[in-house]
């Protein structure tokens, strides 16, 4: 019995200390991520050029590799001449470009892709995804307004599954799990849980800055005008 209490105690530090290193790797992630930019946003264009989407550079490289997307080369001066993922891995990055390292050297993240085979223009440039809403709803439960850490935030469909609601972006919102156990099954109006903003599809401009909230790339300029809202 003498030994239990220290055993405890080792047991809890051991805990805590993995949970430490859980969090320094994690932020070690997100640092590496941020660095070589394969977080960093790619605007994605259809085959006629118009904005369809923006996506991760991780994403990009994907489309890009795959060659269900080009990537554009440089602005005006370089004609916005697309090329494949070889011809794009063989141009070397300048000192301002975001690059990613790759055992045969770095490789350039694109700022600009243009897909093979779509042509359309999809409804929304940001594909709905938990992520997404969380991102409208700055990451902020839509009923208390409460910002608990990612893992604790729930999509609430407004409007319960079970009483026909959709899952669309007008019927999602950010919640904290409390709230979302409260509002159960219910209709806002039978609960009184109204969402604080109401839902709505981001459109461009919100798109953009949700993407990018601090950088607008110039090489998104030419294709950026007179987009609808
Ligand atoms: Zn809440």
């Not at 070397?92 to 770095?106: E, H, V």
């Not at 594909?127 to 439960?141: G, I, K, P, Q, W």
């Not at 509002?183 to 461009?204: D, L, Q, S, V």
Request: aromatic share 8%; net charge positive; hydrophobic share 35%.
């Amino acid at each position: 019995m003498k030994g239990t209490p220290a055993k405890v105690a080792t047991a809890a530090s051991q805990e805590a200390m993995e949970r430490v290193l859980e969090r320094a790797v994690e932020r070690a992630n997100a640092e590496r991520a941020t660095k070589t930019g394969l977080q960093s946003p790619v605007l994605v264009l259809n085959r006629s050029f118009q904005p369809v989407r923006i996506t991760t550079a991780r994403h990009a490289f994907t489309l890009l590799y795959l060659g269900r997307a080009r990537a554009l080369d440089g602005g005006f001066d370089a004609g916005f001449e697309p090329v494949d993922f070889v011809q794009w891995s063989a141009i070397a990055p300048s000192a301002d470009d975001d690059f990613i390292g790759t055992p045969r050297g770095p490789i350039r993240v694109p700022r600009v892709l243009i897909l093979s085979g779509y042509n359309r223009v999809p409804s929304a440039p940001l594909r709905l995804s938990r992520r997404n809403v969380f991102l409208r709803d700055a990451f902020t439960c839509q009923y208390c307004g409460g910002r608990p850490p990612m893992r604790d935030l729930n999509l609430d469909h407004v409007l319960p599954r079970s009483r026909g609601g959709k899952s669309s972006w007008d019927n999602l919102v950010t919640s904290c799990r409390t709230c979302n156990v409260k509002k159960g099954y219910a209709t806002p109006e039978e609960c009184g849980m109204i969402p604080r903003t109401k839902p709505h599809r981001p459109n461009w401009s919100m798109a953009l800055r949700m993407a990018a909230p601090s950088t607008r790339y110039a090489e998104w300029e030419p294709f950026l005008e007179g987009l609808p809202d």
